[in-house]
């Protein structure tokens, strides 16, 4: 069920890097072009600004959404969540029809109720996940590649086939309908709740996770966590990851298209190639990450620090090879390569917060998926800026660039200061009784 959560998470959030393909009118006025449906006037600063505006409702939502879902439970607060982004789902080719403002105001919305996803996810795996099998866990948030894969072929064709408010917005709601169903039937916060858990099965997870996690609600140690150097690492490590991920999510149908020459539907399929990748290699350094763990090849640190050279070093050198090469079919290869690599990113900084801090997972990861989102609307207009008045192979240079930087800048600085280990704030005192309390 993580998987099709993470699944459905993203058809919703990139439906609209392939819909506004279809939505936007052509540079070239006498340009003839295929009929999918009303067509608006926005230029590349508008469309950026519209795929962007999901992340900045995502960003501010992610720090409250993992406080909620701590405090209410993450199974109600995923479902209210959906529902409520089946209606904005919904209503977004109305939006469109309304204008530039109205469109971004939906897909602002959109993110906003989005932003408890991932802690709501992050919660679940450190209650429910053995140490030994986390890495199995962190990658069923792969997920979202898939969602990625789905929404990005399926609309490509269902916008050639059918116009793109079904098949970039109604067909997505009703894959969320489905989702928010099944996830009201099979999930449920911790074991000790599940009604169809055998003792065996209960046992077995209350125990391997010891006393690192607890049942009691307690408010989050905000100050510790901002004073911790290991957690301001993993920020800035987190930072890095999502701004290639996100790039590669809201520019990668633009540059196949524009720069490549795709039509339509090759772009949907080609575009969906890295995360098919990154998918497939998550599952596979996953895998190895609970090996090492099960043999006690590597200290925890060590193992973090290791897979950042496939995680984030390798990534960045496929993006700086990327500049250097303009045969379409290799280009997408070079891409599909480093998001690909970035996979190991399941044992880094998707892991990393379950290290650090298991009672409150969901905390911090909503706290550094709050800063990092941030990359979902400044990569849009980053891809805007340069290619606003030339939109040429040479100025896409500048955009890979910055995506390698991003990506090895910040696993150099985790190599000096990322840690793997329990910190101490994770176990905090109760606080003390007053003395009326005590009688």
């Keep these: 069920m993580l998987f099709l959560g993470c699944l459905t998470t993203y058809i919703v959030r990139v439906n609209i890097s392939i819909s506004i393909l279809a939505m936007v009118q052509p540079k070239n006025a006498n340009e003839t072009f295929p009929d999918f449906g009303k067509r608006y006037p926005w230029d590349a600063s508008e469309q950026g600004t519209i795929i962007g505006a999901f992340f900045w409702g995502y960003s501010i939502m992610s720090i409250p959404g993992a406080y909620l879902a701590e405090r209410f439970g993450p199974k109600i607060l995923t479902m209210v969540s959906f529902i409520a982004i089946i209606v904005l789902t919904v209503l ?5 029809a309304g204008g530039f403002v109205t469109m971004c105001v939906v897909r602002f919305l959109t993110g906003t109720v989005s932003g408890p996803h991932f802690p ?48 970039g917005f109604y067909v997505p ?9 099944l996830w009201f039937v099979l999930i449920y916060d911790r074991p000790d709740t599940h009604p169809r858990i ?3 099965e209960r046992t077995h997870i209350e125990n391997s996770l010891g006393d690192t996690v607890s049942n009691e609600k307690r408010v989050p140690p905000y100050l510790q966590m901002l004073k911790s150097v290991p957690f301001l690492t993993l920020m800035v490590l987190h930072y890095g990851n999502l701004w ?15 720069i490549l020459g795709f039509n339509l539907g090759t772009t949907g399929v080609l575009s969906s190639l890295p995360h098919i990748a990154r998918m497939l290699f998550s599952f596979v350094f996953g895998s190895i990450g609970d090996l090492i763990k099960r043999r006690g090849w590597m200290q925890v640190t060590v193992m973090r620090k290791f897979f950042c050279i496939f995680s984030h070093i390798v990534p960045g050198l496929f993006l700086i090879g990327l500049c250097f090469v303009h045969e379409p079919y290799t280009c997408v290869a070079l891409i599909t390569l480093s998001l690909g690599f970035n996979g190991a990113s399941v044992l880094t900084n998707l892991q990393n917060s379950q290290d650090l801090a298991p009672n409150f997972a969901g905390t911090l990861y909503g706290t550094m998926n709050a800063i990092g989102t941030t990359t979902g609307f400044l990569t849009p207009l980053l891809v805007a800026h340069f290619t606003r008045y030339e939109n040429t192979f ?16 910040p696993a150099i600085l985790y190599f000096f200061f990322g840690s793997g280990k329990v910190q101490p704030w994770n176990a905090l005192p109760k606080p003390a009784k007053s003395e009326e309390e005590s009688k």
Aim: with cysteine; hydrophobic share 50%.
């Design 120 to 167: 709501c996810y992050h919660i679940l795996i450190s209650r429910w996940a053995p140490p030994d099998e986390k890495g199995k866990f962190m990658s069923s948030l792969q997920g979202g590649a898939l969602g990625t894969i789905v929404a990005w072929q399926m609309s490509g064709f269902l916008i050639e086939a059918i116009g793109w408010p079904w098949g």
């Design 244 to 258: 290639g991920l996100y790039f590669l999510l809201t520019a990668t149908p633009k540059f196949m298209s524009e």
């Design 394 to 409: 040479e100025n896409w240079r500048y955009v890979f660039m910055i995506g390698a930087g991003a990506y090895i800048a």
């Design 92 to 96: 977004t080719p109305l939006a469109a």
């Design 198 to 200: 055998t003792p065996e």
């Design 173 to 181: 709601a009703i894959v969320t309908i489905v989702t928010t169903l």
